[in-house]
């Protein structure tokens, strides 16, 4: 069974920083593009960064900039280094990885509570 776990979350302070990893485990093929999505008190999860597997990105606009999502292949791991934190980028942070296990399909960690306070 395939399982994602984020980890690295926490309270910080704005214009701080926090890496997250996401630790990919269980039987896979292939992981395609893996991406990070939040959710915030009251609103709707969004995009945050996706990466393919060759290495491109694509980034939210209210991050692009101070974040970076990269992925270790070899370690079916990926991250997002997030710079110069605000208030709002306070959420729960999760993982996405669309990947072939028994069949092609999109798994989903736990999450990880961001906090920044101002």
């Known amino acids: 069974q395939v399982q994602l776990v984020e980890s690295g979350g926490g309270l910080v302070q704005a214009g701080e920083s926090l890496r997250l990893s996401c630790a990919t485990s269980?039987?896979?093929?292939?992981?395609?593009?893996m991406g990070w999505y939040r959710r915030a008190p009251g609103k709707q999860r969004e995009l945050v960064a996706t990466?393919?597997?060759?290495?491109?990105?694509d980034y939210a606009d209210s991050v692009k900039g101070r974040f970076t999502i990269s992925r270790d292949n070899a370690k079916n791991t990926a991250y997002l280094q997030m710079n110069s934190l605000k208030p709002e980028d306070t959420a729960v942070y999760y993982c996405?990885?669309?990947?072939?296990?028994?069949?092609?399909?999109?798994?989903w960690g736990q999450g990880t509570q961001v906090t920044v306070s101002s």
């Open positions: 990466i393919t597997r060759g290495g491109s990105t």
């Open positions: 996405n990885a669309n990947l072939i296990a028994a069949v092609r399909g999109d798994y």
């Open positions: 269980g039987i896979m093929f292939r992981i395609f593009v």
